[in-house]
């Protein structure tokens, strides 16, 4: 089993009056990557609650002297952000549900198999590690909005909030890579806004949208007189961003001969403006994107290496839609926020089949694509809740269709295929749609749909979806 780095920094104290489960809990979830402490009565977990915070508390149901329920009650009235799960017996499932419905995340019967466990606590996890970045964020100030932008519960997206905390700091040059439409720029401005230059420029140029004769006075400035038309000195963008942040977007449209003027900005710190004698210091951090692939650039010639690498010091990969569908539910709730909120219209939401839809279709323009789409459902609602059939016409024709097969083999292995995708797509939309309604709960998610709690679990671990709360 390979521990969980996600989680390897949360706590979990098992009360349990029977020592053999609380070495089973210890050995099975540090295994997992938790630190974890054990009580073998309440009273003496209570005094351990006192003296240090655990993010997971999991306690026997029946236990003499102080009961699992008044544990509970303990737990929430004194640390309520810390999670609780319920052991319990076939006999006292009933107080377990019951125990839910008083602030438990969810229970475990006795006995439990490893992965019953496991599910429930990971389930926790994520919970609590959401709420403890909630808190993060919200001391961070004004940084909180960047991340805001920002919407995505998906394991990529998880992926990509660790390394804009982990590199904003840093003042390192980065590089996001990532198709159009991804949100490259969005991850760029988080950064800024978690650094050290947060109350400074925040300035984007889009490399693509300047001629290339442009480009250079764009970026560095010139004086008067550098060239015909040049009548006064103009402030490159450098300049402008003096102490702050820089985002050159598409950074692959830069022609080699200013390639290699931006590489001396990098090497040196400095730069001199078109036409001008004198050089200027360089104080800003660079932030550089693209949707190209900079090794085949190189390989050809249209690309400095020696550039790239001074970009690349920290990279970060933007990952397109079709590679987190499970947050196109959210994310589509959020555009149709925005959209309502730009007029008069108030849209409930999505009917089930127009939400399974969305989820279906591939995204080649990835984000920016689905806020379009949704933007364009919103307009052309002529009721209160966005249809499939309103989403299948704005898609039309434009889903690409497989390749023809040749032969009857080919035949039957598209057969399967298409079977299987639809399988699959049904089913996380199901579990998501599901742990949606729920707050993310397992059990209350399973009696929801009518679906034995195992069952129900085993999907949950087979497409590895998880919830997140706002």
Known sequence: ??????????????????????????????????????????????????????????????????????????????????????????????????????????????????????????????????????????????SRSAFDAMTGASEAMQRVYDLIDRVAPTGATVLITGESGTGKELIARAIHSHSARRDRPFIALDCSALAETLLESELFGHARGAFTGATADKRGIFEIARNGTLFLDEVSNIPLEVQKKLLRVLEQREYRPVGAEQTREVDIRLIAATNRDLTKMIAADSFREDLFYRLNVFSITAPPLRERAEDIPLLAERFLTGACGAGSRRIKGFTKDAMALLMRYPWPGNVRELKNAVERLALLAEGDVLSGGGVAEIFGGAAPAPPAPRTNDELKAARKTARENAVRDIEKAFLIAALARNQGNITRAAEDTGMQRTNFQALVKKYGVKFQTE
């Open 1 to 142: 089993m390979t521990p969980d780095a996600a989680h390897s920094a949360l706590s979990v104290l098992v009360v349990d009056d029977e020592p053999v489960v609380c070495s089973s809990c210890r050995r099975l979830l540090g295994a997992e990557g938790f630190t974890v402490d054990t009580a073998l009565r309440a009273a003496d977990a209570q005094k351990m609650l006192a003296a240090r915070e655990f993010d997971i508390v999991i306690t026997d149901l029946r236990m003499p002297e102080i009961t699992g329920m008044e544990m509970l009650d303990f737990v929430k009235r004194h640390y309520p952000d810390t999670q609780v799960i319920m052991i319990t017996g076939h006999s006292t499932i009933a107080n377990a549900v019951e125990s839910m419905r008083q602030g438990a995340y969810d229970y475990v019967p006795k006995p439990f198999t490893p992965d019953e466990l496991l599910t429930v606590v990971r389930g926790a996890a994520d919970i609590r590690m959401q709420a403890v970045e909630r808190l993060h964020r919200a001391r961070a100030g004004n």
